[in-house]
């Protein structure tokens, strides 16, 4: 090992072998379940769901609003803003659970 590490820094360019060694090592020392493509996209859903249906959910319920009182916009647009905000905040909690 220390001969390839000698001929690396002498030839100024990388060793091969050395690279695809520490490649190896890397590979092993990862936890598979926590860099997980698929737990990756699941979280991902997750947290895409948890902020858009809130935001439909107050988008659906201001409109309703807006037509019983014949206010406008007003309704709905509060409610998508409310809708968003508490879906950005369980998305921050469950993205938190995720990654212990």
């Known amino acids: 090992m220390a001969d390839l590490e000698e001929k690396a820094s002498r030839d100024?360019?990388?060793d091969a072998r050395l690279s695809l060694e520490r490649d190896v090592n890397r590979l092993e020392r990862r936890e598979p379940s926590a860099s997980s493509f698929w737990n990756s996209l699941s979280v991902l859903g997750t947290v895409?769901?948890?902020i858009a249906l809130p935001a439909v959910l107050g988008t659906?319920?201001?409109l309703?609003?807006?037509l019983r009182?014949?206010?406008g916009v007003r309704?709905?647009?509060m409610l998508l803003?409310?809708?968003v905000m508490l879906g950005s905040v369980v998305a921050w909690r469950i993205a938190g659970e995720h990654r212990k």
């Open 60 to 62: 659906f319920l201001g």
């Open 64 to 66: 309703r609003l807006d």
């Open 81 to 83: 803003v409310a809708g």
């Open 12 to 14: 100024g360019r990388p």
């Open 69 to 71: 009182f014949e206010s």
């Open 48 to 50: 895409g769901w948890s």
């Open 75 to 77: 309704f709905t647009l």
